[in-house]
């Protein structure tokens, strides 16, 4: 229970990641506010958090709206009366090249990507300051570390949100607040039967095309990246601060990209 009475933030809250890590925050102890701006689904996910018994709810919240990170911090305080933890998991993937990258799918990317996460992170800490301390979890992604062809907006917003992370340690830290960065590889989704279908190939084909250039030949489940988000949140990590957690079965390790076969058939 390491984080029994602390009061704890997700955005991005009500499927994959956020899911999964607003469930395992639950089950030690904290209470959670998992932000979503689907409406009907965050609804839906409240519901199956109170019927299991956990403290978990759902606040909708379009980080697009100017304003609505601002909102959304107010909002976690009012609930729960704290913040102990910010968890930046939402996000936003264009995959457009260069030339094919407009002003929106540009201005999208970083407004959600990058700009929601330096304006919760900055309001988070306000508070946070005036607790006595806090922590920031920021999700980059092993594309913040090296890139990939027809990925130009996403690539840049996350490796800007590793350098943030440490520019903002670095502020924080004499008020105990640490900020800390995961930088997930290919972890399995329902965005993942989605990529599968747009290539086209039977499931199990499509699974081992994106698992090939993964040293561990497989996805990371969301419960795994959840643990490690934890681990950074919790005092086990007392003195981890500006500092990036890859999470990726050793692909960045293994140098950009890695080596993937052609696209079976």
């Given amino acids: 229970m390491r984080f029994e009475g602390k009061a704890v933030l997700i955005t991005g809250g009500a499927t994959g990641i956020g899911k999964a890590t607003a469930i395992a ?11 979503s701006r689907d409406a009907a689904r965050g609804a839906a996910f409240e519901g199956e958090m109170r019927t299991a018994g956990r403290a978990v709810e759902f606040a909708q919240a379009d980080l697009r709206d100017d304003g609505a990170p601002e909102a959304l911090i107010a909002e976690a305080v009012r609930r729960m009366g704290r913040l102990d933890v910010l968890f930046n998991n939402a996000g936003i993937h264009h995959r457009f090249g260069t030339l094919e990258t407009n002003n929106a799918h540009w201005a999208e990317t970083m407004r959600v990507n990058l700009g929601a996460p330096f304006i919760l992170s900055r309001e988070a800490a306000i508070v946070m300051k005036d607790q006595g301390g806090g922590v920031i979890v920021n999700v980059s992604s092993d594309l913040g570390v ?3 062809p027809g990925k130009v907006s996403y690539c840049t917003s996350k490796a800007a949100l590793l350098q943030m992370t440490r520019a903002m340690a670095l ?3 004499p008020h105990d ?3 800390v960065a995961i930088a997930p590889g290919d972890t399995y989704t329902e965005m993942t039967d989605e990529k599968i279908d747009h290539l086209g190939l039977p499931y199990d084909d499509g699974m081992a095309w994106i698992a090939d ?7 990371a489940s969301v419960e795994e990246i959840a643990r490690a988000v934890l681990f950074l949140a919790s005092d086990d990590a007392s003195y981890v601060t500006g500092t990036t957690l890859s999470v990726d079965g050793g692909t960045t390790a293994s140098g950009p ?5 052609a696209k079976p058939g």
């Fill in 177 to 179: 607040i640490r900020v």
């Fill in 171 to 173: 502020d924080l830290a």
């Fill in 25 to 35: 925050f639950s089950d030690e102890g904290a209470r959670v506010l998992a932000a």
């Fill in 257 to 261: 990209g890695g080596d993937r076969p």
């Fill in 213 to 219: 250039p993964v040293p561990m030949k497989r996805l």
């Fill in 146 to 148: 090296f890139t990939e």
